[in-house]
């Protein structure tokens, strides 16, 4: 089992920078992401990052703009939003996966999750 606890969301303005940190405890992950939801939208993928190695992902919508990064002393991920945009705006959520898979993008990719952060953006 894997617990992860996001904290860090908040209301900013556009333009303004947020970050993210999850806590992650329980079994070993081999992948952690971030994923976001708007309301009446599905899951979608934000960035990825392995513990070993650090190898990041990103998805085209934040590539630039925001970095994930881990602290493996801490069994912290953090994710630095800069340049916000109002379209920015949704509940992220951790994600862990404990297991070695392909894929990085899709929900069905992680098994654990944490309780969500709500990021509100304003314009």
């Known amino acids: 089992q894997v617990q992860l606890v996001e904290s860090g969301g908040g209301l900013v303005q556009a333009g303004g920078s947020l970050r993210l940190s999850c806590a992650a405890s329980?079994?070993?992950?081999?992948?952690m992401g971030w994923f976001r939801q708007a309301p009446g939208k599905e899951r979608e993928f934000v960035s990825a990052?392995?513990?070993?190695?650090?190898?990041?992902y990103y998805s085209d919508s934040v590539k630039g703009r925001f970095t994930i990064s881990r602290d493996n002393t801490k069994n912290l991920v953090y994710l630095q939003m800069n340049s916000l945009k109002p379209e920015d705006t949704a509940v992220y959520y951790c994600?862990?996966?404990?297991?070695?898979?392909?894929?990085?993008?899709?929900?069905?990719?992680?098994?654990?999750w944490g309780q969500g952060t709500q990021v509100t953006v304003s314009s």
């Open positions: 329980g079994r070993t992950s081999i992948v």
């Open positions: 994600a862990a996966r404990t297991t070695a898979r392909i894929g990085i993008v899709t929900a069905e990719d992680y098994g654990y």
């Open positions: 990052i392995r513990w070993s190695g650090g190898f990041t």
